[in-house]
Each structure stands twice: as C-alpha cells, then as structure tokens.
Nanobody, 120 residues
Framework: VQLVESGGGLVQAGGSLRLSCAASGSFFRFNAMAWYRQAPGKQRELVAAISSGGRSTMYADSVKGRFTISRDNAKNTMYLQMNSLEPEDTAVYFC??????????????WGQGTQVTVSS
C-alpha cells in the first residue's frame, strides 16, 4: 500500500496548481481520502476530504471556493485543484487514506508529501 503525491511547485499568488495522489493496491476505492498540509512551524491541518465514491466532499474554511478535491477510482488517483493561490497556502501537502468515511480522517496511510510554494 503506497501513496505518491505529485504536482507541487512554485507559483505566483493568484495562480493555480493541480496535485495528484496515485495509490497502489485495491483498497483505494473502498476508502475515503483526504489532503492535509503542514506549513513551517505549524501543525498539520485538513485541507479537503472525499468519500470513497467521490459524491461527498468537505473543505477547510480557508480553501472553500478556491480548491476542489476529486478522485478517479478507475485510475486509483485523487486530485486537488488549487486556484487563486495565496502565500498562506505555502506548505507541504500530504495525501491520506485509510479512513472509512471522510469524517473519520486522517487514516493511517500517508504519502511522502509535495511542496507547494506561493510567492507574493
């Protein structure tokens, strides 16, 4: 069981990035999944979560209206589309899996993280 994030990078404020999380194993479609982030000197925080079938989602207040979480179970991949990025979004973004519902996150499985840096 492995989660691998990609898509991070450096972007100017107001720009966009799309993160991907590729999962190995057949567990993917049976688990809720989530994106978390951790900025320097801060605790890891939930950004967005999605149910196993993709019909239900939830977002942190700070990203509502700017970020969109989605998943493609046929490809074992989850995405985070990030628009209107702000310097405050700068953090390492982690993919998470293993919880039964999106309200039970975080699960026990973490990716290695991908750095997102937003310049002002």
């Amino acid at each position: 069981v492995q989660l691998v994030e990609s898509g991070g990078g450096l972007v100017q404020a107001g720009g966009s990035l799309r993160l991907s999380c590729a999962a190995s194993g057949s567990f993917f479609r049976f688990n809720a999944m989530a994106w978390y982030r951790q900025a320097p000197g801060k605790q890891r925080e939930l950004v967005a979560a999605i149910s196993s079938g993709g019909r239900s989602t939830m977002y942190a207040d700070s990203v509502k209206g700017r970020f969109t979480i989605s998943r493609d179970n046929a490809k074992n991949t989850m995405y985070l589309q990030m628009n209107s990025l702000e310097p405050e979004d700068t953090a390492v973004y982690f993919c998470n899996a293993g919880s039964r519902t999106l309200y039970d996150t975080p699960g026990s499985i973490w990716g290695q993280g991908t750095q997102v840096t937003v310049s002002s």
